[in-house]
């Protein structure tokens, strides 16, 4: 086959690296096209262990890994680093941030979803989320910050507020924050402070709904609040919050002192949806169609957190990565088959069940019908990500990592990187410590 | 003990958690003595292998430890994360940058050099030093970044200024980062990558003295030229750079078109040895007695690469590691020695050799009279190193990586993080490069 041949094939964009458009992109491995995936990112992440960078468990390379890497022997995929801003149906284009544009035959969204604060963006500031890598460096750093503010601290009242820790909204993601801060701060943290006790530390996981984990069986939902509670977690389930500030978190009439507030409560899909021309629903999400297309646009599929899709039985498929990876290989196969001349096929969930872990030996499961928690839900959660780590160099040392720490409950990665002086000063100034009380305490 | 006996010992602050202040913590772990020791950052940092994080073949994680995991078994030491931007000697304190201050009977200033620009100020933003684990991943982003640009770069002349890297100094640190970015472009990238060739990098070395590691006996210079010739790189003696600005480096009489110019001449003493009254040597470095203290202030410790310290036969101890750990342990016993009433004694510099590292399985040695290079010396240096990675977690992990690494030509780490979109298109607004060219390339 010549270089020509190669270049008439037709062109599919995939917009997004995630799981959708990764599985999309090596279900073409052997199909006659040309791919170019473009990413504002260049690595792949493993967003379900992003919690555990946030909480110093894991390094960001451990669970992130270049996409051209992954990549590399499929030789039909292009890939570019760049940031696609908006789509252009008609003319079959995506324009990109820096200006420059593609033409495709075949387009796949896949851009996902990121936290939103549901019309409160001021509260960004002050309660971080966790989507990114970026994001989970960030509360990493305020996390491991909050300590060392205090350890300097005199005010005891200063203090406490140093070491609350408030986690807004009870999903998975809130839940394995909450457990592993609270595991981190008792059991890890104690023996590296002199003139604090990490142990006093607290930790608040509100939830506006009755229970924690809303999704999974009600059964898991408790064990996963006993789990938490036994950690040492407060959980308040039917609380809602209705404003944060710098040093403070309103949670229904009660008004919280935390300097620490880290938000797991929405997700808005990409900007990115709103630009098909489409009605989107409430969340962001683009309506596809069985076939993952767009109304009216055949050639256009969207796939993962980004696709309001049904799995046949009339419930929305859930913005979980097995849902993603599932739609991303389904929107391959059928413009494969588009090519073939086959007619498409209606996409079908697998539903594989939910995992949440909570902690260092601790977990719920629901495997179909079956609910697993405790040991051996965490070793089931375990197996499974270890092995979902297909692709990455690191799934050796992620296993080697968790088996160290869960025998020495120590964690090494406790870096803070970026300026912190900046942030301890302000946190400082904002108490009005200054340096006239600081040589007292010193001197004392 | 009770609180009050251990709160009227006498009070030594260590500014600095690198390898002089953290050894000189560690020899003072049964004096009678409280510690503060304080740092900007909350991790020791093994310096040595920073050149590795800035290209991408280990992680931060990896070769920083948090200072309170070090210490953490150690009762007599406090760690503060602060800034300390002045000292008074007349009132034995010092004083952070939040405001706070401290007061000391004994001082040991740590705080080591960082990169110096000779008066080239301007040259900082364009060729980015190696001191800090920011400024590694900083050059990590550039590094990896320029063959993202290039692959999308139609313009033939731009993609080779996007692929020519020029490292200036022809040190350790210059060698190392020249070695190891020729063997990641020419062994690592090519398969990467779809419309550049990345064999066709150049790596140029820049030094102006007339051969590199000038402080290397000359036997082990022309082993190292001969092996970063064979790498590909491109090395120049004798030549000074004169100029350095977005797009290019002046050296000598010629003017490169390179995108990427990575400092690694010069480094200055940190500005904290200004504040002590002495007059400081050329390079910001605080003259020191044999028994490490500062004329007329016998309680006041400068070690590392702060200090200008004879060896005992009139030249200047090198600022390197092993040098740095000997004057650190030498600071502490002399302090113990003046509380047990003992007179101090005089510092003896132990020469334990040289070793750089060019790429994969290449290095040059020096032990003592014995002068090694190639494999030999390779390994040596992988012991060593590992040797010396002492209280960090992740000896085990590196070693792993390493030999992950060398078996299978694939570094895991090539993550870029922060705000690459930004960069991106910067590099091409630059060009000129507009919508207007970029789909004539994607639909040629």
Chains 1, 2 share one sequence.
Not at 76 to 87: A, H, I, R, S, T
Not at 104 to 114: C, K, Q, S
Not at 283 to 298: I, K, Y
Request: charged share 25%; with cysteine.
């Amino acid at each position: 086959m010549t270089e020509n041949d190669s270049s008439e094939r037709p062109h599919v964009v995939i917009v997004g690296g995630g799981f959708a458009g990764l599985y999309c992109a090596r279900s073409l491995r052997k199909a006659p096209v040309r791919i170019t995936l473009i990413d504002r990112r260049n690595f792949h992440l493993f967003q379900p262990l992003l919690y555990q960078v946030a909480t110093a468990s894991l390094s960001p390379a451990d669970i992130a890994s270049p996409i051209r890497g992954i990549l590399r022997r499929q030789e039909n995929v292009q890939v570019w680093l760049g940031e696609v801003v908006d789509v252009d149906p008609e003319a079959r284009t995506v324009h990109l941030a820096d200006g420059a544009s593609v033409r495709f035959d075949y387009l796949v969204l896949a851009t996902g979803a990121t936290h939103a604060y549901f019309g409160h963006e001021e509260w960004a500031e002050h309660a971080p989320g966790l989507k990114t890598v970026d994001d989970a460096t960030a509360i990493r750093r305020r996390f491991l910050l909050a300590f060392e503010v205090a350890e300097r601290e005199a005010d005891p009242q200063v203090q406490e507020r140093l070491l609350t820790f408030v986690i807004v909204g009870g999903g998975p993601t809130g839940v394995e924050l909450a457990g592993a801060m609270a595991e981190i701060a008792r059991r890890v943290m104690p023996t590296d402070f002199r003139s604090i006790d990490t142990t006093s530390s607290r930790i608040l996981l509100l939830e506006g709904q009755d229970r924690v984990l809303p999704t999974y069986p009600p059964k898991l939902s408790l064990k996963a609040r006993e789990q938490l509670e036994g950690l040492g977690v407060e959980v308040r389930t039917g609380t809602f919050v209705t404003d944060i500030g710098e040093d403070y978190v309103v949670a229904g009439e009660e008004r919280i002192a935390a300097s620490n507030v880290f938000w797991a409560a929405g997700v808005a899909a990409s900007k990115l949806g709103s630009r098909l021309g489409v009605e989107t629903d409430t969340a962001g999400r683009v309506p596809v169609h069985p076939d993952g297309s767009v109304e009216g646009l055949p050639n256009i599929f969207v796939v993962g957190d980004l696709a309001q899709m049904e799995d046949g039985e009339g419930r929305d498929v859930p913005g979980i990565a097995p849902a993603a990876i599932q739609m991303g290989k389904h929107a391959g196969r059928n413009l494969a088959r588009d090519l073939r001349g086959q007619a498409r096929d209606p996409f079908r969930y697998l539903d594989k069940g939910d995992l949440a872990t909570i902690g260092r030996a601790a977990a719920v499961a629901r495997l179909g019908r079956l609910k697993l928690s405790g040991f051996v839900a965490w070793i089931l959660w375990i197996f499974v990500h270890i092995l979902y780590l297909i692709g990455f160099r690191n799934r050796a040392l992620v296993l080697l990592q968790w088996g160290w720490a869960y025998l020495t409950y120590h964690w090494g990665i406790r870096l803070i990187t970026g300026d912190p002086p900046v942030r301890l000063q302000r946190a400082r100034g904002a108490e009005g410590v200054g340096s006239d009380d600081a040589p007292a305490k010193e001197d004392g």
